[in-house]
């Protein structure tokens, strides 16, 4: 019995040790991921070049390290199906998640779909996060071995400085500390998870929030910049070659709103101090990291859920299906890659439909089988592969615009059509699509339009926010002023 007993111990002491070493294995295979997603930046950053007076060293350092990729696109204009897109890993035409939902909506998504957090927490990673990830704060245990959820923020105005229109509506300097604002204790959140010794490898996902409405920060990023704001480049006749489903897409009364208080150079100055702000606690971060053990052994995946209008196109805020609203800065930088060029860029459009995989490939981790999208791990690699595919972006089942290295093409639920070439026309103010000569390019892009779409889902829906294909269900019927009574002056 005693030798049988010995074998017994010896058996799972072996299989613990095996066990233990495979582990192991497996942990040395899955580097550490800081997740950075920052709320509404577009382009006007130093290493796109969007806006030249844009004060963001941190980022551009960043960019100049890993991959660049400058013609990087979301798979949706707005927060919630952005972020549902790439949480979840699957294309708003294929969920059927096209417009913004309440956020009470997140458990019936986690129980269809396996969001990146929960993947990656179920396959051995330890999982933090704070900040904006999903389209609101969840401390989901499912997804989170820790998030941030104790806040105490505030701002402190002067009376008469920047614009102010209501609340949410704001472009104003603040007066209080940084350790007040929200992005300052998300970042170091971020900061202290990495000052922290981990057994097992660790998701770290950092929501930045700015350059999201209001557009407040601390007064330094305002007196950072020059004097005069440069206005983007805008044509006044731009819409007159634009179909209706487009122009209705705008948010025209803001930028009404604007010319008439003279006030879009106070908006576009305060957008460029929050971009800067947000460079400043990413830049945080990414400190905290190149200080800490994990210096070496970690990915860097940074993503802007959407681009942002500032008057292109007599425009305000995203929503829409041209460049403005699509285009987001995208970085990877691997840390354990030494031996690359400094300054690599990637300028083949691309989605960020790909970042799930891209991470679960990092993590040596299998996706589920419905998925979209493919690793980006190669192309970090080695730049000069590319993906077959271009990206799609939708807003609303029906519209979508399909963005190659050159060209821009977008379909609405209606059937009308718009084609920019963005060689020699990169404001998009030329729509070719009833161009003779462009008939061929339009129908070849056409290709990689869904071949099928999932219904709109329509539980928890936002009535907003449905573009396309069934939007007059969802439009609120106008309200309907009371006649006054005429007054008898007898």
Known sequence: MKKHTNSFLLF??????????????????????????????????????????????????????????????????????????????????????????????????????????????????????????????????????????????????????????????????THNPMSEHVDYQVASYGVD??????????????????????????????????????????????????????????????????????????????????????????GRVITALEESDYADNTVVIVWSDHGFHLGEKMSFKKFTLWEEATRVPF?????????????????????????????ADYANVKTPDYVDGASLKGIVKQPLKTLDEPAITSWGKGNYAVRTKDYRYIRYYDGTEELYFHTNDHNEWTNLAKDASYQEKKTELSQYLPKGE????????VKWSVQGEGQEEFKEAPVKKKKKKKKNLK
């Not at 999932?454 to 829906?461: D, R």
Request: glycine fraction near 6%; include cysteine.
């Open 12 to 173: 799972f002491f072996g299989l613990f040790i095996t066990t233990g070493v495979v582990q192991a294995q497996k942990n040395k295979k899955q580097p550490n991921i800081v997740f950075i997603a920052i709320d509404d930046m577009n382009d006007w950053t130093g290493f796109l070049g969007g806006h030249p007076q844009a004060i963001t060293p941190n980022l551009d350092k960043l960019a100049e390290k890993g991959v660049n990729f400058t013609n990087a696109h979301c798979s949706a204009p707005g927060c919630s199906p952005s972020r549902n897109a790439l949480l979840y890993g699957i294309e708003p035409f294929n969920s059927g998640l096209y417009p913004f939902y309440e956020h009470e909506i997140h458990n019936d998504l986690m129980n269809k779909y396996t969001s990146l957090p929960r993947l990656l927490k179920e396959n051995g990673y330890a999982t933090y996060g704070a900040g904006k990830i999903h389209h609101g704060l969840k401390d989901d245990k499912r997804e989170w071995t820790g998030y941030l959820t104790d806040l105490n923020t505030r701002k402190v105005f002067e009376e008469g400085e920047g614009y102010k229109v209501n609340k949410k509506m704001s472009f104003r300097p």
């Open 331 to 359: 970085i990877i930088y691997d840390t354990r890659d030494k031996k690359v060029k400094y300054g690599r860029t990637y300028d083949e459009a691309i989605s960020l439909i790909n970042v799930y995989k891209t991470v």
């Open 193 to 282: 998870i990495l000052e922290k010794k981990h057994k097992k490898p660790f998701f770290l996902a950092v929501g930045i929030v700015k350059p999201h409405l209001p557009f407040d920060a601390p007064k330094q990023f305002f007196d950072a910049l020059p004097e005069e704001i440069l206005a983007p480049e805008i044509l006044e006749t731009d819409l007159s070659d634009i179909p209706r489903e487009g122009k209705s897409m705008r948010k025209a009364g803001d930028d009404r709103r604007f010319r008439n208080d003279d006030a879009w150079e106070d908006v576009r100055r305060a957008y460029l101090a929050c971009i800067s702000w947000a460079d400043y606690n990413i």
């Open 454 to 461: 999932a219904p709109l889902v329509k539980e928890y829906i």
